[in-house]
């Protein structure tokens, strides 16, 4: 899928910026080409279908080159950035693609360090002289055969109640979340600030809907209040997203941002105080939104909601996605009752990866459990209330 969708967003949109990261900037155009060409490389060393790449990138151009690249040759990519290079420690990769100082010298794998220092910039405002150890300048191996179960991207839950855990997504999640996001839409993308580092689920599983709808994706080294509003500023972005923690620290910096159309919320539960001291400093819609990362889709409020719905819910099912809520022994509690909620639709993960097992995420019937407490009111919305016993 990834392969095609590059191909395609290559030849509609050509020189627009795919990721830009800085003065830094990489048009769709050079993702395809550049991608290949590390494909053909990646192929050269011995990479092969299922094979496991892990990229310990910091986030930027050469991130979204690489995981494209496995993708195109069927690779899987698991992507731990920079900042917990512990988690290589539960992966079993046929190739790491690192940077200097990032990681320890490691015996017994196969290591590709990229020069990131940046010089000069390229015609095409990208210079792949980074990638010079890793690129062919020949095609890569041809498309092979569609397989929905195949393996894509290993991405990690954020490890706020334990380890985190290598969560598995194929080419079946990744086609159902960008059926969801994009369905038959080209070029409806605007740009947005990525509010989390690019191996993450918001950005892992829905690099197809960005590269059908052609939007642009600024990333920053690391996110903080000063970084993200300066991105906001100088490239005119109407959409303000993030955790609610990140949403506080915005407000708390108390700067205009006159060209704000939208707030999501999205990572955590937000608090009523919040969703309105946003509404009222901005003056534009804010909505609520819920997913866990094993689930791939979620709940969220819509622009158009009724204001107090974002103040007190996560909203309603998005279109293909169905919620349960359970109690102990797997029942349905009575009405507006809290119990745990599960998610199910065409996007749930295929698995974990590592040493967690599958058979605690999942109930017999396909729902997996979020590990979150909330009810369902009469009108549909989802009310969270807490953590379940897990």
Request: net charge neutral.
């Amino acid at each position: 899928m990834l392969r095609m969708l590059t191909g395609e967003a290559a030849r509609r949109f050509g020189g627009r910026a795919a990721v830009v990261a800085g003065s830094v900037r990489l048009s769709f155009a050079d993702l395809d080409l550049l991608s290949d060409q590390v494909a053909a490389g990646l192929a050269h060393r011995g990479t092969r279908i299922g094979d496991l790449v892990v990229l310990a990138l910091p986030d930027g151009p050469e991130f979204v080159i690489c995981y494209v690249a496995a993708a195109k040759i069927g690779a899987v990519t698991a992507g731990i950035g920079t900042r917990r290079p512990e988690l290589l420690a539960g992966l079993d990769p046929a190739l790491v693609i690192t940077a200097p100082g990032v990681l320890p010298r490691t015996a017994g794998l196969d290591v590709v360090r990229l020069p990131l220092a940046r010089g000069g910039r390229g015609p095409g405002g990208y210079d792949p002289v980074p990638l010079t150890g890793l690129r062919r300048a020949e095609p890569p191996p041809p498309p092979f055969p569609p397989d929905p179960s195949r393996p894509v991207v290993v991405t990690f839950t954020a490890g706020r109640t334990g380890p985190p855990k290598g969560v598995l997504f194929g080419d079946r999640q990744l086609e159902a979340i960008r059926a969801h996001g994009a369905g038959l839409r080209w070029g409806t993308g605007d740009a947005r600030l990525v509010p989390h580092p690019l191996g993450r689920l918001g950005f892992a599983t829905r690099l197809p809907v960005f590269l059908q709808t052609g939007r642009t994706c600024h990333v920053v080294p690391e996110w903080s209040p000063e970084a993200a509003l300066q991105v906001i500023r100088e490239h005119g972005i109407g959409v303000l997203q993030g955790s609610p923690d990140q949403l506080s620290r915005i407000l708390d910096a108390d700067e205009d941002l006159p060209g704000l159309t939208l707030i999501l919320s999205s990572g955590a539960p937000a608090a009523p105080e919040l969703i309105r001291a946003l509404r009222a400093r901005y003056g534009v819609p804010v909505c609520n939104r819920y997913i866990c990362t094993e689930a791939g889709l979620g709940l969220g409020t819509r622009p158009d909601d009724p204001p107090e719905d974002a103040e007190i819910s996560v909203g309603r099912p998005r279109g293909g996605v169905t919620v349960s809520i359970r109690d102990a022994a797997g029942r349905a509690p009575a009405p507006e009752e809290p119990g745990e909620v599960f998610l199910r639709s065409d996007a749930v993960m295929s698995g974990y990866v590592g040493n967690s097992p599958d058979h605690a995420a999942f109930a017999r019937d396909g729902f997996v459990r979020t590990g979150d407490r909330g009810y369902i009111d009469h009108t549909g919305r989802l009310h969270l209330v807490g953590r379940a016993f897990v």
